[in-house]
């Protein structure tokens, strides 16, 4: 029978039966496994079978968390790895080579520009930057030495979002993958194939851990871009077809890097799916009804939420995403020593890092994510000395206003 989001995700069999039939997949906290014979060891390690080898490669509680997100997404393959930084940069080590380049957005977290402008450059390959949300922009940028379109579906913390569908015909005529990381709006409420995006990358640390119980990222590969177009893939494309990137991934990049996901890890976030769109309805409700009450608070110039009809990208946010486009809303005070005062009056909402905890969070990220940049390259990301970023969590909307209200006196 076919079964809703929740129910296929709650009941995604295990690849094999469990001695004890547990209900939760045990953590198999081993870093290698035995063998009945040489011959099979043989097959297991050079990939004629699917048995566990070596747990920087694969496990079988990783194996399992990567199972539930492919049922629910209908991936043709996921690979779980230990951060999102570990899954973007997995995956752009597997599109491109010295001489290629990346067309993006400076509009970027601050790791993921870092990574993009600085340490791929050292290895010969060019970020390219350009106004993603102009389709003529991006195609006229776009060359024969581009390797993949990569963004953010809804920029952190810009908040700015691109027409999906418009980039993916633009990468799909002129045969470039489309790349996206999808981390502020869950599988629960987005679905990136359906828009065209052919890689999918996520920080499995925010809504999928159930509360920032773990760091963790994932790849989504959907099988859906013809790698006999790609320079670097097209080898592997005569023997894989739209399989290539996976089969580069899983038997070359990840194997490399060994920065696959844990079990423990695994353990924490399989079970944080299970919670995940219950936790994603209450913030997403919570934070629209917060962006709108504080946008009348005195004291506050503006407010940017793509959830809320005076945004400039509502009706785009709206027909991508639908009516909750994630946890996450930004506004704007005087100055940062406004932002500052504010925060330090706060008592309530915690003072950290990171998205979609269980509690609020909120960060001035001119000064944090994006202290180290110059305050040219700060300008240039759009990143205001007057902006705060919250993320909202599971209280009570009316206990946050409050907060928000005493620290704005």
């Known amino acids: 029978m076919d079964k809703n989001f929740d129910t296929s995700l709650l009941h995604t069999p295990y690849g094999k039966p469990d001695a004890y039939n547990a209900l939760s997949m045990p953590v198999y906290n081993s ?58 940069t997995n995956t752009i080590i597997a599109l491109a080579k010295t ?25 010969g390959v060019e970020a390219r930057f350009c106004d993603l949300t102009n389709p003529k922009e ?56 359906e828009f065209g995006v052919d890689i999918e990358v996520v920080s499995s640390t925010k809504y999928i851990s159930g509360g920032a119980t773990s760091l963790g990222g994932l790849i989504l590969d959907y099988a859906t871009f013809d790698w ?26 990840h194997r490399n890097m060994g920065a696959y996901m844990t079990p423990q890890v695994a353990y ?28 009348k608070l005195s004291g506050v ?23 909750y486009p994630g946890a996450m809303f930004t506004f704007d005070l005087a100055s940062r020593e406004a932002c500052f005062l504010f925060m330090n009056k706060l008592k309530l909402v915690k003072r950290a890092t990171n998205l979609f905890d269980n509690k609020t969070l909120a960060i001035h990220p001119a000064s944090t994510i994006y202290g180290t940049f110059t305050a040219e390259q700060r300008e240039l990301m759009n990143v205001s000395d007057k902006t705060i970023r919250i993320s909202v969590g599971l209280e009570d909307v009316e206990d946050l206003y409050q907060d928000f209200g005493q620290a704005l006196l």
Do not use: W
């Open 31 to 88: 870093a290698a496994y035995e063998f009945d014979s040489a011959e099979q060891m043989e097959s297991a390690f050079t990939g004629k079978t699917s048995e566990f080898a070596y747990s920087r490669i694969t496990n079988p509680t990783v194996q399992y968390f990567e199972d539930r997100v492919k049922t629910i997404t209908k991936a043709f393959s996921v690979t779980a790895l230990n951060s999102g930084m570990a899954a973007i």
């Open 99 to 123: 001489g290629d380049n990346i067309v993006t957005s400076r509009h970027l977290f601050g790791n993921t520009y870092s990574f993009l402008a600085s340490t791929l450059a050292a290895f």
């Open 138 to 193: 991006v195609s006229a940028i776009i060359d024969e030495k581009t390797c993949a379109v990569f963004l953010e579906i809804i920029t952190n913390p810009q908040l700015e979002v691109a027409d999906l569908k418009a980039l993916s015909s633009i990468c799909k005529s002129r045969n470039i993958p489309l790349v996206a990381d999808t981390t502020i709006v869950p599988f629960c409420a987005f679905r990136a194939n």
């Open 228 to 253: 006999t177009k790609s320079v670097k893939l097209s080898g592997l494309a005569k023997d894989f077809g739209t399989k290539a990137f996976t089969v580069k991934l899983r038997k070359e990049i």
């Open 268 to 295: 924490m976030q399989t079970l944080g799916l299970e919670t995940m769109s219950l936790r994603f309805e209450k913030a997403t409700k919570t934070c629209i009804e917060l962006a709108e009450k504080v946008e």
């Open 301 to 323: 110039e503006s407010v940017n939420y793509t959830g809320l009809k005076s945004n400039p990208y509502y009706e785009l946010s709206c027909a991508q995403f639908g009516a």
